[in-house]
Nanobody
Framework: QVQLVESGGGLVQAGGSLRLSCAASGRTFIGYAMGWVRQAPGKGREFVAVISWTGLTTSYADSVKGRFTISRDAAKNTLFLQMNSLKPEDTAVYYC????????????????WGQGTQVTVSS
């Protein structure tokens, strides 16, 4: 059974930092791009960042570029999102996902998704 389990969310003041993790299990993710999307209250899912299965190529939403960094440890099947200079508008549930096609993750769709972790940024 494939599982993606996010952790690291929480409450932080504006300007602070959080590091999200996503532990993947149940299959090998070699050949799979992985990424993060988020969903704020009353809104649809929004692409945040994606990384290729080699880890050599990354892509970010304009709203987080320069503040967030996506990375992965392929040996441990783990995905990370380092979030710095957080803003209240970053408040959302953050989901990690995996798909062979990174463009699908950029469209906030994909084969596998976790249950999400809440990030709340206070002003």
């Amino acid at each position: 059974q494939v599982q993606l389990v996010e952790s690291g969310g929480g409450l932080v003041q504006a300007g602070g930092s959080l590091r999200l993790s996503c532990a993947a299990s149940g299959r090998t993710f070699i050949g799979y791009a992985m990424g993060w999307v988020r969903q704020a209250p009353g809104k649809g899912r929004e692409f945040v960042a994606v990384i290729s299965w080699t880890g050599l190529t990354t892509s970010y939403a304009d709203s987080v570029k320069g503040r967030f960094t996506i990375s992965r440890d392929a040996a441990k099947n783990t995905l990370f999102l380092q979030m710095n200079s957080l803003k209240p508008e970053d408040t959302a549930v953050y989901y990690c996902g995996a798909d062979r096609d990174s463009s699908r993750l950029r469209s906030a769709v994909g084969d596998y998704w976790g249950q999400g972790t809440q990030v709340t940024v206070s002003s």
